[in-house]
Each structure stands twice: as structure tokens, then as C-alpha cells.
């Protein structure tokens, strides 16, 4: 499964993007995705997570801010209030929820972890100038 991101770009801080991550030629609406981002220097981290009933999750540094979606198509990311520390290359990632249980990994673990995603993008650049 290729994953394709898109939506990308240079703001301001305090302006909105939204990114979007499409898989062509497959529906993955079964499948749990997240976005990551990793600015230079740093490790890959997680952003957030949906599962296929929708349910989300968020990392405590951009919750209240960003919003993760999904229709049977693609899945979104809706940044608001942007700021300077939220500049970093961002990916989404996939997995079919079987994979975790066969792992025997822990659910609740396995969404922040980037290894616990089969499939990723190439990854989408966002810049926020302060």
C-alpha cells in the first residue's frame, strides 16, 4: 500500500493547513492511521491517530489544535493556530489492526510508536514562520 501525502506549505504562526493522505487504488477504511512528523534533528514523533470507528487520538502538544479525519477515501489532518515548533516533515502511516494483534503489542502503545505501522508516505513539508 503507497501512502501519498499532500498539503504541505509555508504559513505564518497563527494560520491553518490541512493535510491530506491518499492511497490510490485501495480502500483502507479497516486500516488504523496516524500522522507522524519529525523536524531535522529529531526523532520521528507521533501527532495523531484514528482507527476505523473514527476514534482519535492526540498528542498533548497539538491537541486542541489539530484535528485528524478520514472518509472512505482519504484521511486529514486540519492544523490550526500553527506555530514555529510545529515546522517539521509530515507522514502518515497505516496498518491493519490484525497486524498489532498478531504482534501481541499493546493498542494503546502501538499508535505512538512508528514502528508499529507497515505502510508510510513520502512525507509533506510544513514551514510556520513566527
Known amino acids: 500500500v503507497q501512502l501519498v501525502e499532500s498539503g504541505g506549505g509555508s504559513v505564518q504562526a497563527g494560520e491553518s493547513l490541512r493535510l491530506s493522505c491518499a492511497a490510490p487504488?485501495?480502500?483502507?477504511?479497516?486500516?488504523?492511521m496516524a500522522w507522524f512528523r519529525q523536524a531535522p534533528g529529531k526523532e520521528r514523533e507521533a501527532v495523531a491517530g484514528i482507527d476505523s470507528d473514527g476514534d482519535t487520538r492526540y498528542a498533548v502538544s497539538v491537541k486542541g489544535r489539530f484535528t485528524i479525519s478520514r472518509d472512505s477515501k482519504k484521511m486529514y489532518l486540519q492544523m490550526d493556530s500553527l506555530k514555529s515548533e510545529d515546522s517539521a516533515m509530515y507522514f502518515c502511516a497505516a496498518v491493519e489492526p490484525m497486524t498489532w494483534t498478531l504482534r501481541g503489542t499493546d493498542f494503546a502503545d502501538s499508535w505512538w510508536r512508528s514502528g508499529g505501522y507497515s505502510y508510510w508516505g513520502q512525507g509533506t513539508r510544513v514551514v510556520v514562520s513566527s
Open positions: 487504488g485501495y480502500t483502507y477504511f479497516s486500516y488504523n
